[in-house]
């Protein structure tokens, strides 16, 4: 699509109405075809065509992510043999659950991206690098690669990690665009400072995120971002996407959220009484996927904390947006009065020149209480105490601190990267729920 035809430049009033169409055909798909919906809208006697409008999407139930792990089967759709694809979510909060993708699923997911990548002012004669993985039954690295491929721009797989290989792959096909975590950014301007790599002269030009945040909620840069920022002045995109819901929304040159796209999803911004908050104010995110041949969802609670932004973008999108990630719901710490989400305690951090690598462990304190451990390893040259600084770094940026203990860098890296894990895990949450 381009701005002419593109629903996200049409108004709200049309946006609204336009998906409120596909709303009905997907609760339509839904009750012929969905084992678990089916059951679900017989047992809370709903009639689907009372469901009418985005408002009355509160009068159905919401789908969690225990239901996606007990009955997972029950959510496809279509007969196995139409799937052509098979995928996991990464476990964040249990056990992996399994999402079959048909072929037209495929290509939902490449016009996602392509949209997401046209946000970031990406198009035909652009090289993306690409930092990220295609294996492992992974979404997103095959998102990323179907979307270029629509878009028209060219593609360099990889795949994560290995600062060597990805600067000698810049040096050599010279690409304009990065696509990886934010956090790995660090690691490649320190390889290129300790091997006289002259990396602002470089070919990149544009870095797209994901996974980790960059900016605060009223999207100014966050400490990661600044830092990244004040090293390399290149472009910075964050994103935001998820497994379950299929999409991917990305911040346009504008750094004010990110872009929904109305015809693949529908999104709800969800208080504490599971009402809808009103716009502007965090809240969990909810999710109905539109299109969705093979696993398509209604009213998915992500988990994740947001708020929605309405007003028009300076790009001329008139879509809803949203705020950067405050963190996920069941990560919530309640510290010394103070309410934190682990990003927060990243951000603190993926900054501090001496921290090599880290994990945080969340656990009951005697009085009953969150205790938050900070797990350090130190890069080698760091011979002082370093329990003071941090502590004090964590008091200006959180007003709390935690409490800090140094481990070896190499026992850190164990417990952070697990042999069958395709993402670090920075979180354990040893509470008892």
Same mark, same amino acid.
Not at 96 to 112: I, S
Not at 171 to 187: A, E, G
């Given at each position: 699509?381009?701005?002419?035809?593109?629903?996200?430049?049409?108004?709200?009033?049309?946006?609204?109405?336009?998906?409120?169409?596909?709303?009905?055909?997907?609760?339509?798909?839904?009750?012929?075809?969905? *084992?678990?919906?089916?059951?679900?809208?017989?047992?809370?006697? #709903?009639?689907?065509?009372? +469901?009418?409008?985005?408002?009355?999407? &509160? *009068?159905?139930?919401?789908?969690?992510?225990?239901?996606?792990?007990?009955?997972?089967?029950?959510?496809?759709?279509?007969? !196995?043999?139409?799937?052509?694809?098979?995928?996991?979510?990464?476990? &964040?909060?249990?056990?992996?659950?399994?999402?079959?993708?048909?072929?037209?699923?495929?290509? /939902?997911?490449?016009?996602? =991206?392509?949209?997401?990548?046209?946000?970031?002012?990406?198009?035909?004669?652009?090289?993306?690098?690409?930092? &990220?993985?295609?294996?492992?039954?992974?979404?997103?690295?095959?998102?990323?690669? $179907?979307?270029?491929?629509?878009?028209?721009?060219?593609?360099?797989?990889?795949?994560?990690?290995?600062?060597?290989?990805?600067?000698?792959?810049?040096?050599?096909?010279?690409?304009?665009?990065?696509?990886?975590?934010?956090?790995?950014?660090?690691?490649?301007?320190?390889?290129?400072?300790?091997?006289?790599?002259?990396?602002?002269?470089?070919? #990149?030009? /544009?870095?797209?995120?994901?996974?980790?945040?960059?900016?605060?909620?009223?999207?100014?840069?966050?400490? $990661?971002?600044?830092?990244?920022?004040?090293?390399?002045?290149?472009?910075?995109?964050?994103?935001?996407?998820? &497994?379950?819901?299929?999409?991917?929304?990305? =911040?346009?040159?504008?750094?004010?959220?990110?872009?929904?796209?109305?015809?693949? +999803?529908?999104?709800?911004?969800?208080?504490?009484?599971?009402?809808?908050?009103?716009?502007?104010?965090?809240?969990?995110?909810?999710?109905?996927? $539109?299109?969705?041949?093979?696993?398509?969802?209604?009213?998915?609670?992500?988990?994740?904390?947001?708020? !929605?932004?309405?007003?028009?973008?300076?790009?001329?999108?008139?879509?809803?947006?949203?705020?950067?990630?405050?963190?996920?719901?069941?990560?919530?710490?309640?510290?010394?009065?103070?309410?934190?989400?682990?990003?927060?305690?990243?951000?603190?951090?993926?900054?501090?020149?001496?921290?090599?690598?880290?994990?945080?462990?969340?656990?009951?304190?005697?009085?009953?209480?969150?205790?938050?451990?900070?797990? #350090?390893?130190?890069?080698? =040259?760091?011979?002082?105490?370093?329990?003071?600084?941090?502590?004090?770094?964590?008091?200006?940026? $959180?007003?709390?601190?935690?409490?800090? =203990?140094?481990?070896?860098?190499?026992?850190?890296?164990?417990?952070?990267?697990?042999?069958?894990? /395709?993402?670090?895990? !920075?979180?354990?949450?040893?509470?008892?729920?």
């Amino acid at each position: 699509m381009n701005t002419n035809n593109d629903i996200e430049f049409l108004s709200a009033a049309e946006i609204k109405k336009y998906q409120e169409g596909l709303l009905h055909k997907a609760l339509a798909y839904l009750s012929a075809n969905s *084992k678990y919906y089916q059951r679900l809208f017989k047992a809370h006697n #709903i009639d689907i065509d009372d +469901i009418k409008t985005i408002e009355d999407l &509160t *009068k159905l139930p919401f789908t969690e992510k225990k239901d996606l792990q007990l009955y997972n089967d029950d959510f496809l759709c279509c007969p !196995k043999e139409k799937i052509i694809d098979y995928i996991t979510t990464s476990g &964040t909060l249990g056990d992996p659950v399994t999402f079959g993708c048909t072929d037209a699923d495929l290509e /939902r997911l490449a016009y996602n =991206e392509m949209k997401s990548f046209k946000c970031a002012g990406l198009g035909s004669g652009n090289i993306v690098q690409l930092m &990220t993985t295609m294996d492992k039954r992974f979404m997103a690295g095959l998102a990323y690669f $179907l979307g270029i491929r629509k878009l028209g721009a060219g593609i360099i797989r990889v795949g994560n990690g290995i600062p060597e290989l990805q600067w000698d792959t810049i040096q050599r096909i010279k690409p304009d665009t990065i696509m990886c975590v934010p956090s790995f950014i660090l690691r490649l301007i320190q390889y290129a400072e300790e091997h006289n790599i002259d990396y602002k002269n470089s070919s #990149i030009k /544009r870095i797209i995120g994901i996974g980790e945040g960059l900016r605060e909620q009223d999207f100014s840069l966050n400490l $990661l971002g600044k830092r990244i920022k004040e090293k390399w002045d290149v472009e910075l995109f964050a994103t935001y996407s998820s &497994t379950e819901m299929g999409a991917t929304f990305s =911040e346009c040159q504008y750094g004010q959220g990110g872009h929904v796209h109305p015809e693949l +999803i529908i999104v709800e911004i969800i208080g504490e009484d599971n009402q809808p908050v009103p716009d502007g104010e965090p809240g969990e995110v909810v999710v109905t996927t $539109l299109g969705v041949e093979g696993m398509p969802l209604l009213r998915f609670r992500t988990g994740d904390i947001a708020a !929605k932004k309405v007003e028009k973008c300076r790009c001329g999108r008139e879509s809803y947006r949203l705020t950067p990630l405050v963190g996920r719901k069941n990560n919530m710490i309640k510290y010394k009065g103070t309410t934190l989400y682990p990003p927060a305690i990243y951000d603190v951090l993926d900054n501090v020149e001496y921290v090599e690598n880290y994990f945080i462990e969340v656990r009951d304190s005697m009085a009953g209480t969150d205790e938050v451990v900070v797990r #350090i390893g130190l890069k080698p =040259e760091v011979d002082w105490n370093v329990e003071k600084d941090l502590k004090d770094r964590f008091r200006s940026r $959180l007003r709390v601190a935690p409490i800090v =203990e140094v481990l070896s860098a190499a026992e850190i890296q164990k417990v952070i990267f697990p042999a069958k894990s /395709r993402k670090p895990i !920075k979180f354990i949450d040893n509470r008892k729920k």
